[in-house]
T-cell receptor, first 111, second 115 residues
């Protein structure tokens, strides 16, 4: 089966750091994606973790622990424009490569 | 990066009519495309996997006769919402991947409103 869990909502202050967690239980593992989605727009790719550890990309970093079925997205130096929905997703390459999304975390950045 | 284009971006139709949404891969060939549906403030729900030259693979609970998918070429997949009803109003997004693994690129999305 497939189960991907994220908190529904989070609030943080401009300039701060926020960590968005994602836990997953999937039949087979092929890495974990993070996407950002602003209201009314298509999702945009943020990161793809296949191996354990932290991958940093500017203000955004993503962490993966395969043994714990756990990932997080870390956003530093938060800006107002970071207010968006953040979605973690798992690919299933043995099923045509489909991507299954968690419910998404709505992040609100306050001044 | 790879570009996926979706058309129309917005469509309003009367209840009972059918609506076709197109999804094109602009600079790569996509043997597989994916159609998602998204309700307000909800996540993306996979509806079906569109396979070039063969039948689409639908997710559990998605009506095949309601949501017709055709993938006649390596760059075009279409989703037709047949006999649309107000409950079909939603944001429909297509996506495709360059190669077998890695990042999934999304179209701009199509907002369907059924009156």
């Amino acid at each position: 089966g497939q189960n991907i869990d994220q908190p529904t909502e989070m609030t943080a202050t401009e300039g701060a750091i926020v960590q968005i967690n994602c836990t997953y239980q999937t039949s087979g593992f092929n890495g974990l994606f993070w996407y950002q989605q602003h209201a009314g727009e298509a999702p945009t790719f943020l990161s793809y973790n296949v191996l354990d550890g932290l991958e940093e990309k500017g203000r955004f970093s993503s962490f993966l622990s395969r043994s714990k079925g756990y990932s997080y997205l870390l956003l530093k130096e938060l800006q107002m424009k970071d207010s968006a929905s953040y979605l973690c997703a798992a690919p299933f390459y043995n099923q045509g490569g489909k991507l299954i999304f968690g419910q998404g975390t709505e992040l609100s950045v306050k001044p | 990066g790879a570009v996926v284009s979706q058309h129309p971006s917005r469509v309003i139709c009367k209840s009972g009519t059918s609506v076709k949404i197109e999804c094109r891969s602009l600079d790569f060939q996509a043997t597989t495309m994916f159609w998602y549906r998204q309700f307000p403030k909800k996540s993306l729900m996979l509806m079906a996997t569109s396979n070039e030259g063969s039948k689409a693979t639908y997710e559990q609970g998605v009506e095949k006769d309601k949501f017709l998918i055709n993938h006649a070429s390596l760059t075009l997949s279409t989703l037709t919402v047949t006999s649309a009803h107000p409950e079909d109003s939603s944001f429909y997004i297509c996506s495709a991947r360059v190669g077998g693994t890695g990042e999934l690129f999304f179209g701009e999305g199509s907002r369907l409103t059924v009156l």
